[in-house]
C-alpha cells in the first residue's frame, strides 16, 4: 500500500543517524546489525524486526514503541476537520518538486474575507490561480524558510498580488520583486482579524520559523507528522527548539507541515519517534 507519511522507518533512522554523526558502518558495529542490513533498511529495501527497531531505537535515541508502529505502518495521524475554527479556513495546495510533495497554505480570515499565503510550494501559477479562485485580497506572504521548494516562484505571485512578504530575519533572502519584511520571534502579523504570531524553530534553517493564529500553526519543515526536517543546521537544536516552541503547545493545536499530512500536537507527542520523552 501507499503509506502517507512524509518520512518512513528508513527515513527516520538515517535522520537520527546522521544528526548523531553516526556513519552506517559505525552504527551497524555498534548495535550489530550488518552494513548490508542496515543500508537496505535506510533504502526501503527490507523491512526491519522488532529486534532491529529496539536496537536502532535505544542506540538512536528514539522511542522504540512509536518507531515499531511507523515500521509496521500502522499510523497515521487523524485527518483535520476542514471546519475546525469557525474563525478560519486553511486549504493545502500541493505540488511535486523533484519526486517529493511539498505543500503551500492559502489562509482565510472569515470574518474580514482577507487571504495569506504560506510558502509557494515552487508552483506560482497554481497558487496564483487558487488565491483569485476566492475573489479576495490578498494581505500577506509568509515564508517559513528560503528553501526553492517553498519559495520557488516568488517573484511570479508577487507581481500579480500587491501583498508584503514576510521571512525571518535570520534567513537567507530569496529573489523578490520587493524588500521583504524582516521578522522575529514573537513578532505578530496581521491578516484581517486574524493575528498571526512568529515562532523561531532554527535547525532544519538558520531562520526557520512557524507562523501561528489561534489553534493553527504552520510549522514548515521543523516537524513532519511522525517525524522532523533534516536538520542542516543543528540535529540538537531542532529538536529542543520543536519541543519548546511546538509540543509546549495544548495537544489540540493543529499542526500544517511542508510536507505529509496535517497533524496535532497530541499526536506527535505520542507517536513521533524523535520524541521519546512523551
Known sequence: ????LEDEFGDIIKKARKGLNLSIEKLAQEIQISHTQLSKMESYSIKPTVEHVNKLAKRLGLSAKKLQLIAEENWSPKPIPIDHDSKLSVLRISNNVNGWPVHAYVLKCEKSKQLAIIDTAANPKMVIERVKGYGL??????????????VGGLSEIQQVFDAPTYIH???????????????????????????????????HTAGGCAFQTRNTVFVGDSIFAGSVGNAFLSYDDLLNNIRKSILSLPNDIYLFPGHGPSTTVGEEKAHNPFFAEF
Not at 172 to 185: K, N
Request: charged content about 15%; aromatic content about 2%.
Open 1 to 4: 500500500m501507499s503509506y502517507e
Open 169 to 203: 530575519r535570520n534567513e537567507p533572502q530569496p529573489t523578490s520583486e520587493r524588500a521583504l519584511i524582516l521578522v522575529s520571534h514573537g513578532d505578530i502579523i496581521s491578516v484581517g482579524a486574524l493575528s498571526i504570531r512568529v515562532v523561531d524553530i532554527p535547525g
Open 137 to 150: 485580497p490578498l494581505s500577506a506572504i509568509l515564508l517559513t524558510h528560503a528553501h526553492q521548494d517553498h
